[in-house]
């Protein structure tokens, strides 16, 4: 069996910290298109150039470069019994590709992980990050915050049919806490 799941929540929620845990303790691929276009940048690929665009003002990189990335990513030997995916689907576009691209593989979507944290939280851990990030600067920190509810309204309804689909959690608390939650729900998707 393999498991496809979603870590959706916004900018700040912990998805990528407890997505890097999943891949470290089960072994799913860790597929963050963040990171991804960071690394992209850091080797000056022309899809890096192309996307920094786009993030050092805080916007959406265009679906078909994000998901051109992420079909070329399945293809990686990690990605075969499931991965985590971190930051995408952001567009309803991008939401009925990864239906397309899993179903190329023979899989489909097992979960996905609403991490629920309020603008106030996501803003003030956003500012407090220590990372570096070229686009955790104030103004393009608020355009991330509120662009997650248009985010958020253009994924989600593609995944509320699916009765049981969606596991809401609670993105307060420690690190710890919200992993075991994590990981019980990642669990039932590995059969
Ligand atoms: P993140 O690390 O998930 O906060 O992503 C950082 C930046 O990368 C975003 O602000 C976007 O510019 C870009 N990005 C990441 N994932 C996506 C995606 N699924 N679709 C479009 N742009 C994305």
Do not use: W
């Amino acid at each position: 069996m393999s498991a496809y799941i979603v870590f959706f929540g916004p900018p700040g929620c912990g998805k990528g910290t407890q997505a890097s845990k999943v891949k470290d303790e089960l072994g799913l691929a860790q597929i963050s298109t963040g990171e991804l276009f960071r690394k992209h940048l850091s080797q000056e690929t022309p899809l890096g150039l192309e996307a920094q665009k786009y993030m050092s003002k805080g916007a959406l990189v265009p679906d078909e470069i994000t998901i051109g990335m992420v079909r070329e990513r399945l293809q990686e030997p990690d990605a075969r019994q499931g991965a985590i995916f971190d930051g995408f689907p952001r567009t309803g576009a991008q939401a009925k590709a990864l239906d397309q691209l899993l179903g190329e593989l023979g899989a489909e979507l097992c979960m996905v992980v609403d991490f629920k944290l309020p603008m106030e939280e996501s803003r003030r851990r956003l500012m407090g990050r220590q990372e570096g990030r070229a686009d955790d600067r104030p103004e393009v920190i608020e355009k991330r915050l509120n662009d997650h509810a248009d985010v958020e309204a253009s994924v989600m309804p593609h995944y509320r049919a699916r009765l049981g689909l969606i596991k809401e959690v609670d993105a307060h608390g420690t690190i710890d806490e919200i992993y075991q939650t994590v990981l019980a729900l990642v669990k039932t998707c590995l059969g």
